[in-house]
C-alpha cells in the first residue's frame, strides 16, 4: 500500500468484512484491511476510527490493528511519537463504559499495556494508571484488565523486550507490588456483586503471582486469596469458581518452583517457606468436603475445577512427600501423602474426564520413584498405585450396551483417545507393583477370583472382561518370557473364546495376543495355534486390522520360528485383497511377511520376493493400461500399490555373505520392478502425491539392492532429471540424495552432471522473494543431496562450477525458520566446512582442505554475520543446535572466527525499538569469548540461546 485510502473507504472495506450477503466480498475485504494493518498508514487511520466511534465493528478493527502495530510493528514509530500515541491510548480508554463491548476494551488495554512495556521512556506506568483512572468507579473495569495484562504479557514472545528490559520490568513490578495488592482489596471490597469485577480481580492477582511480582510471603494474607478460598469453599457461580481455581493453582505452581530453588546445602527448606506450605496445604485439604458436594450435584465443572487443585497440589509437593518419607529415621510418611488419597477420590469421579486430569501426576511420580529406585519407597506408594490401575481399568469398560467397538458410536474417538492414555500410563507406573502382579490382578478379575484384599468377585461382565484384557494389553511386554502360569491360561482363553463373545472383547484379545509376541518366542509351540486364530480374524469384519497387527508384532519378534510358517504368510499375502482390513494393515502383513523373507535362504528368496512383488506390479500395470481416474484409497490409487512395493523392499534385508554373488532380489527390480516404475512416473508425471510415493518406493527398492542395481543408475536419473526440469517436483531431489549415497564412488560423472541438470530449475523457483519461504521442501531436499555429495564425494562438488551459487543460496536459508530445511541447510554447512579437515589420511586431503578454505575466505564473513542473525531474530530456539554444530566446525578456524565473529557482533542493533539497551558490552564481549572457546555444540547452544534473550 503505497499511500493512505480513504477513511470511508476503510469503513466499507469493514462493513463489508461483517456484514455483505456477497460470499466472495467479505474475503476480498478481510484481505485488503489485512494489507492496510501491515501498512505504516494504519496507526493514523486506527487512532482516528476509535476516535470517531461509529460503530462496534470499527472500533473492534481499530482497536486490534493498534494493538497489532505495537505488538509486532512498533519499530514503525519514532521514539518522540510514543508520548502522544501513550496519551491518545489513554484517552480512548477513559472513554469506556458499561456498556462498551468487552473485545474492543481488550484489545485497547492489551495495546497500551504493550506501549508500556516497551515504551522505556514510560518510567512508572502502573502508579500512572492507578493514579489516572483508580478514583473513577467507571475506570475500573479497564484499569483492572491492565493491570491483569500488563505482567502477562512480560513473557510474550511477539514483544522483543531483550531480557535486559524484561528483568528492569520486572522489578518494577516487583516494587510496585504494595500498591497493587492495597488498589485489589480497595476493588475487592467495593465490587459488591459485580460478577465481571471479581473475576478480573482474580485475574489480575493470577497475573501478578505468575511472574512472582507480589512474594508468595505475602499470599496467606492477602484478602484476594482469603477471597479465593472463600469462593471455593461455597457452590459459586462457574465463571468465579474457574478463576478461583486458577488463581489456587498458579499460587501452588509458584510454591513449588520456591521449594525447588530456596533449599541450602543440606537439601532443606527455610522455616518460613515450611510454614508457607503447611498454610497452603492446610487451606486445599479443607477443599475435600466442597468436593464431594459437587460430586453429589453433579456439577462436573466444579469437580474439574476441584480436581486440578488437589492435583496441582500434589505436584507441588512431589518431591517433599518422596524425600521426606525416605529420610524418615522412625520409617513415618510424610504428612503430604495424604494429598494423594485425595487424588485418588478423583480419579474415582464416575467421569474419566476428571480422572485424567490426575495423569501428569502419575507420569511424575513413577519418574522420581524409579530414579529413586528403592524397593522400600515403592512399597510406601505401592497400595496407591494398585488402587490407580483399579480405577483407570474401571473407566476402561465401555458401556454394557455398546455393540460394536471403542472408536463406534458417538464420543467414541474421545473415549479411545483417553484409553491410549490409559495404556502408556499404566506403562510408566506399572513397576511400582510389577508387571506380573498387574496382570494376575486383572486374570483374577476375568475368572471371577477373590479381588486383591481377598474379597469375592462377582462373575466379570463382557464390559469388565474387557477392559481387564485392555489393562493386560498395556503391561504384556513387561512379562517375562518365562512366565508359564498365568500367561498359558490366558492364551489358552483367548484361543478357545466361543463364537458369540461381544466383538470388542475379542478385539482387545487380538491385541494383547501381538504384546505377548516375545512370550510367544520362547513358547513356539503355541505360534501355529495362534497363527490359525489370527488367520480366522482377518476374514472378521472389524477385526481385521488388529489381526495384522498382531501378525507383524509376532513376525517382528519371533522371524527364526516363523520362517517355517513362511508358505502360510505367503498365502495370507496373496489374499490380501479378501481380507476386510485397510491398506496401512494390509502395509503391516506385507512388513512381517518380507521380515521373515529375509530370514530365508538365498535360493528360497528369489522365488518368493518374485510372487510377492508380482501381484504388485501387475495392479500398477493395469493402473497403467486402463487410466482410470484416481479415487484416493480405492484399487485405482497406484499409491496404494507402490506402498505396498515400497513396504516389501523396506523390509526385505537378506544376508548376503558373498558380495560377488548376484543380490536375491536384483532380478525382480530390474526385470519386473522398473519397468512399472519408470512407466508410472511418466504416466503421473503432474501429481505431485504419486510422484512422491514412486520416488519413496524406487529409494527403498535401490536400498535394498544396493550396488547390485548399478545398470538402474542412468536409465533413473535420465527421467527423474528430464521430469524434474518440467514440474519441480522435490521428491526427485531427494531421490538423487539416495542416488549419490548409494553410488557416488563409481559413478561420481553421472551423479554430478545430474546435480548440475538440478541447480538451474531449482534456483528459477528459490531466487524470487519468498522464494526460499514459499518452498521449503525443495530447499530441504536440495541441501541433503548437496551434503551427500559432501560425504560421498566432496571433490568434484567442491570443483564444480555450481558450488559458489549453492553456497550463497544455503546463506540465503540460514534464517528459513522451517524445521527440516533449516536442518538440511545446517547439515550441509557442517559436511562443507568438515570435509575440509576430516580424513586426514586419505589422499586427496590436501585439496579438499585447500577447496573448502578458499570458500571460507570468500564467503565466512557472511556466513558467520547470517548464522548470528538467523539465531537471534529468525529462528526458534529449538533449532539452535544444529547452528551451534556449524559454529563448533567454523571455530577449527579460530583467528578467522573470531574476527568474522567480532564484525557480525557489531551489526547487532544497540537499542530496541522502545529505545532500551539490548546488550551491554560485558554481555557482548563475554558472548564472543564463550564462542570461540568452547569445544562443545551444547556449550555454543546454551550461548547463542541466552545472547538472542538479550534481543528477543
Known amino acids: 500500500m503505497d499511500s493512505p485510502p480513504n477513511l470511508e473507504t476503510v469503513y466499507q472495506a469493514v462493513f463489508s468484512l461483517y456484514n455483505n450477503t456477497n460470499p466472495t466480498e467479505p474475503g476480498k475485504a478481510s484481505l485488503w484491511l489485512g494489507e492496510l494493518q501491515r501498512s505504516i498508514f494504519a496507526w493514523q487511520i486506527a487512532d482516528e476510527m476509535l476516535h470517531q466511534r461509529r460503530n462496534i465493528e470499527s472500533c473492534y478493527f481499530a482497536a486490534q490493528t493498534m494493538r497489532t502495530k505495537i505488538q509486532l510493528s512498533f519499530h514503525e514509530l519514532p521514539q518522540e511519537a510514543h508520548t502522544s500515541l501513550r496519551d491518545s491510548l489513554m484517552e480512548h480508554i477513559s472513554q469506556i463504559n458499561?456498556?462498551?463491548?468487552?473485545?474492543?476494551?481488550?484489545?485497547?488495554?492489551?495495546?497500551?499495556?504493550?506501549?508500556?512495556?516497551?515504551?522505556?521512556?514510560?518510567?512508572?506506568p502502573v502508579v500512572d494508571l492507578i493514579n489516572r483512572f483508580g478514583g473513577n468507579a467507571a475506570n475500573l473495569w479497564p484499569l483492572l484488565e491492565i493491570m491483569t495484562v500488563l505482567p502477562e504479557e512480560v513473557n510474550s514472545r511477539s514483544l522483543r523486550l531483550g531480557d535486559n528490559h524484561r528483568e528492569h520490568i520486572v522489578h518494577?513490578?516487583?516494587?510496585?507490588?504494595?500498591?497493587?495488592?492495597?488498589?485489589?482489596?480497595?476493588?475487592?471490597?467495593?465490587?459488591?456483586?459485580?460478577?465481571?469485577?471479581?473475576?478480573?480481580?482474580?485475574?489480575?492477582?493470577?497475573?501478578?503471582?505468575?511472574?512472582?511480582?507480589?512474594?508468595?510471603?505475602?499470599?496467606?494474607?492477602?484478602d484476594v486469596f482469603m477471597y479465593a478460598l472463600e469462593v471455593l469453599s461455597n457452590q459459586s457461580v462457574s465463571q468465579l469458581h474457574e478463576t478461583a481455581t486458577d488463581c489456587i493453582c498458579v499460587i501452588l505452581q509458584a510454591l513449588g518452583e520456591d521449594s525447588n530453588t530456596n533449599r541450602d546445602s543440606d537439601n532443606e527448606i527455610s522455616v518460613q517457606l515450611q510454614q508457607l506450605q503447611l498454610c497452603l496445604f492446610t487451606s486445599v485439604m479443607n477443599l475435600e468436603q466442597p468436593y464431594h458436594l459437587s460430586v453429589a450435584y453433579e456439577d462436573m465443572e466444579k469437580s474439574i475445577n476441584y480436581c486440578r487443585i488437589f492435583t496441582e497440589l500434589a505436584e507441588t509437593f512431589l518431591d517433599i512427600m518422596v524425600t521426606g518419607t525416605e529420610g524418615s529415621e522412625d520409617g513415618k510418611q510424610h504428612?503430604?501423602?495424604?494429598?494423594?488419597?485425595?487424588?485418588?477420590?478423583?480419579?474415582?469421579?464416575?467421569?474419566?474426564?476428571?480422572?485424567?486430569?490426575?495423569f501428569n501426576l502419575w507420569y511424575r511420580l513413577s519418574e522420581v520413584l524409579y530414579q529413586k529406585n528403592s524397593d522400600d519407597l515403592n512399597a510406601v506408594f505401592r497400595p496407591r498405585i494398585e488402587r490407580l490401575i483399579s480405577a483407570l481399568c474401571r473407566h476402561c469398560q465401555m458401556e454394557p450396551d455398546h455393540l460394536g467397538l471403542v472408536e463406534e458410536g458417538g464420543?467414541?474417538?474421545?473415549?479411545?483417545?483417553?484409553?491410549?492414555?490409559?495404556?502408556?500410563?499404566?506403562?510408566?507406573?506399572?513397576?511400582?507393583?510389577?508387571?506380573?502382579?498387574?496382570?494376575?490382578?486383572?486374570?483374577?478379575?476375568?475368572?471371577?477370583?477373590?479381588?486383591?484384599?481377598?474379597?469375592?468377585?462377582?462373575?466379570?461382565?463382557?464390559?469388565?472382561?474387557?477392559?481387564?484384557?485392555?489393562?493386560?494389553?498395556?503391561?504384556?511386554?513387561?512379562?517375562?518370557?518365562e512366565e508359564?502360569?498365568?500367561?498359558?491360561?490366558?492364551?489358552?482363553?483367548?484361543?478357545?473364546?466361543?463364537?458369540?463373545?461381544?466383538?470388542?472383547?475379542?478385539?482387545?484379545?487380538?491385541?494383547?495376543?501381538?504384546?505377548?509376541?516375545?512370550?510367544?518366542?520362547?513358547?513356539?509351540?503355541?505360534?501355529?495355534?495362534?497363527?490359525?486364530?489370527?488367520?480366522?480374524?482377518?476374514?472378521?469384519?472389524?477385526?481385521?486390522?488388529?489381526?495384522?497387527?498382531?501378525?507383524?508384532?509376532?513376525?517382528?519378534?519371533?522371524?527364526?520360528?516363523?520362517?517355517?510358517?513362511?508358505?502360510?504368510?505367503?498365502?495370507?499375502?496373496?489374499?490380501?485383497?479378501?481380507?476386510?482390513?485397510?491398506?496401512?494393515?494390509?502395509?503391516?502383513?506385507?512388513?512381517?511377511?518380507?521380515?521373515?523373507?529375509?530370514?530365508?535362504?538365498?535360493?528360497?528368496?528369489?522365488?518368493?520376493?518374485?510372487?510377492l512383488?508380482?501381484?504388485?506390479?501387475?495392479?500398477?500395470?493395469?493402473?497403467?493400461?486402463?487410466?482410470?481416474?484416481?479415487?484416493?484409497?480405492?484399487?485405482?490409487?497406484?499409491?496404494?500399490?507402490?506402498?505396498?512395493?515400497?513396504?516389501?523392499?523396506?523390509?526385505?534385508?537378506?544376508?548376503?555373505?558373498?558380495?560377488?554373488?548376484?543380490?536375491?532380489?536384483?532380478?525382480?527390480?530390474?526385470?519386473?520392478?522398473?519397468?512399472?516404475?519408470?512407466?508410472?512416473?511418466?504416466?503421473?508425471?503432474?501429481?505431485?502425491?504419486?510422484?512422491?510415493?514412486?520416488?519413496?518406493?524406487?529409494?527403498?527398492?535401490?536400498?535394498?539392492?544396493?550396488?547390485?542395481?548399478?545398470?538402474?543408475?542412468?536409465?533413473?536419473?535420465?527421467?527423474?532429471?528430464?521430469?524434474?526440469?518440467?514440474?519441480?517436483?522435490?521428491?526427485?531431489?531427494?531421490?538423487?540424495?539416495?542416488?549419490?549415497?548409494?553410488?557416488?564412488?563409481?559413478?561420481?560423472?553421472?551423479?554430478?552432471?545430474?546435480?548440475?541438470?538440478?541447480?538451474?530449475?531449482?534456483?528459477?523457483?528459490?531466487?524470487?522473494?519468498?522464494?526460499?519461504?514459499?518452498?521449503?521442501?525443495?530447499?530441504?531436499?536440495?541441501?541433503?543431496?548437496?551434503?551427500?555429495?559432501?560425504?560421498?564425494a566432496p571433490i568434484p562438488l567442491l570443483c564444480s562450477l555450481a558450488i559458489g551459487s549453492i553456497v550463497d543460496c544455503a546463506i540465503m536459508a540460514c534464517s528459513l525458520d522451517h524445521r527440516d530445511a533449516n536442518s538440511s541447510v545446517m547439515k550441509f554447512f557442517y559436511d562443507l566446512l568438515h570435509s575440509g579437515r576430516s580424513y586426514k589420511d586419505r589422499s586427496d586431503y590436501t585439496i579438499r582442505r585447500q577447496l573448502v578454505q578458499n570458500i571460507l575466505k570468500e564467503k565466512g564473513q557472511t556466513l558467520v554475520i547470517k548464522l548470528l542473525h538467523?539465531?537471534?531474530?529468525?529462528?526458534?530456539?529449538?533449532?539452535?543446535?544444529?547452528?551451534?554444530?556449524?559454529?563448533?566446525?567454523?571455530?577449527?578456524?579460530?583467528?578467522?572466527?573470531?574476527?568474522?565473529?567480532?564484525?557480525?557482533?557489531?551489526?547487532?542493533?544497540?537499542?530496541?525499538?522502545?529505545?532500551?539497551?539490548?546488550?551491554?558490552?560485558?554481555?557482548?564481549?563475554?558472548?564472543?569469548?564463550?564462542?570461540?572457546?568452547?569445544?562443545?555444540?551444547?556449550?555454543?547452544?546454551?550461548a547463542l540461546r541466552n545472547f538472542a534473550r538479550l534481543y528477543r
Open 613 to 792: 512383488c508380482r501381484f504388485q506390479a501387475s495392479s500398477l500395470w493395469t493402473l497403467l493400461s486402463n487410466r482410470r481416474q484416481i479415487e484416493r484409497g480405492t484399487k485405482t490409487d497406484p499409491v496404494i500399490w507402490l506402498d505396498r512395493l515400497a513396504a516389501i523392499f523396506k523390509h526385505t534385508n537378506p544376508q548376503i555373505d558373498d558380495p560377488n554373488k548376484p543380490h536375491p532380489c536384483e532380478s525382480v527390480l530390474t526385470e519386473m520392478c522398473w519397468p512399472v516404475l519408470s512407466n508410472v512416473c511418466e504416466t503421473y508425471q503432474q501429481d505431485v502425491r504419486v510422484m512422491e510415493r514412486c520416488c519413496r518406493c524406487i529409494r527403498f527398492a535401490v536400498r535394498c539392492v544396493g550396488k547390485h542395481s548399478t545398470q538402474l543408475l542412468e536409465p533413473i536419473v535420465t527421467q527423474i532429471v528430464r521430469l524434474y526440469t518440467v514440474h519441480k517436483h522435490s521428491c526427485f531431489l531427494y531421490l538423487g540424495s539416495i542416488l549419490v549415497d548409494e553410488y557416488a564412488t563409481d559413478s561420481e560423472c553421472v551423479l554430478l552432471n545430474m546435480l548440475q541438470a538440478f541447480i538451474g530449475p531449482t534456483f528459477e523457483i528459490l531466487e524470487p522473494e519468498d522464494g526460499l519461504k514459499n518452498h521449503p521442501d525443495t530447499v530441504d531436499d536440495l541441501f541433503r543431496l548437496c551434503a551427500r555429495f559432501l560425504q560421498r
Open 98 to 124: 458499561e456498556h462498551t463491548n468487552s473485545a474492543i476494551v481488550t484489545q485497547l488495554c492489551l495495546a497500551l499495556a504493550d506501549l508500556a512495556l516497551q515504551m522505556s521512556s514510560w518510567q512508572k
Open 335 to 358: 504428612y503430604a501423602i495424604q494429598i494423594l488419597d485425595l487424588v485418588l477420590k478423583c480419579v474415582g469421579h464416575h467421569d474419566y474426564e476428571v480422572a485424567q486430569i490426575t
Open 172 to 222: 518494577e513490578l516487583n516494587a510496585n507490588a504494595d500498591t497493587v495488592t492495597e488498589f485489589l482489596k480497595m476493588c475487592l471490597k467495593n465490587s459488591g456483586d459485580n460478577l465481571q469485577i471479581q473475576v478480573t480481580i482474580l485475574r489480575c492477582f493470577t497475573s501478578w503471582i505468575t511472574i512472582h511480582a507480589i512474594p508468595l510471603k505475602s499470599v496467606p494474607s492477602s
Open 484 to 611: 508359564n502360569d498365568v500367561v498359558p491360561r490366558v492364551v489358552q482363553d483367548i484361543l478357545n473364546l466361543p463364537e458369540n463373545t461381544h466383538i470388542a472383547v475379542r478385539y482387545t484379545s487380538i491385541l494383547l495376543l501381538g504384546e505377548l509376541c516375545e512370550w510367544l518366542d520362547r513358547h513356539p509351540q503355541l505360534l501355529e495355534r495362534v497363527l490359525n486364530f489370527l488367520l480366522y480374524c482377518l476374514n472378521q469384519r472389524g477385526l481385521g486390522s488388529a489381526a495384522s497387527g498382531a501378525l507383524l508384532s509376532i513376525c517382528t519378534a519371533c522371524p527364526l520360528h516363523m520362517t517355517t510358517h513362511f508358505s502360510g504368510l505367503l498365502q495370507i499375502a496373496r489374499s490380501l485383497d479378501n481380507f476386510a482390513i485397510s491398506n496401512d494393515a494390509a502395509i503391516g502383513l506385507l512388513k512381517g511377511v518380507s521380515i521373515i523373507l529375509a530370514k530365508l535362504s538365498h535360493e528360497e528368496i528369489i522365488p518368493a520376493i518374485t510372487e
Open 411 to 481: 464420543g467414541g474417538e474421545e473415549f479411545a483417545d483417553f484409553r491410549n492414555r490409559v495404556s502408556d500410563l499404566i506403562k510408566d507406573v506399572v513397576f511400582v507393583v510389577g508387571s506380573s502382579h498387574c496382570f494376575r490382578q486383572m486374570f483374577s478379575s476375568l475368572t471371577g477370583g477373590p479381588g486383591p484384599q481377598g474379597q469375592p468377585i462377582h462373575t466379570p461382565t463382557w464390559d469388565s472382561t474387557e477392559a481387564a484384557l485392555f489393562i493386560m494389553q498395556a503391561v504384556a511386554k513387561n512379562i517375562l518370557p
Open 870 to 942: 538467523a539465531s537471534v531474530f529468525e529462528l526458534s530456539s529449538y533449532m539452535l543446535s544444529d547452528v551451534a554444530d556449524v559454529i563448533i566446525e567454523l571455530t577449527r578456524n579460530a583467528d578467522l572466527m573470531s574476527k568474522w565473529l567480532e564484525e557480525a557482533i557489531k551489526t547487532m542493533p544497540s537499542q530496541n525499538a522502545g529505545g532500551a539497551l539490548t546488550a551491554t558490552p560485558e554481555q557482548l564481549l563475554e558472548f564472543h569469548c564463550i564462542i570461540t572457546r568452547s569445544e562443545t555444540p551444547k556449550a555454543v547452544t546454551n
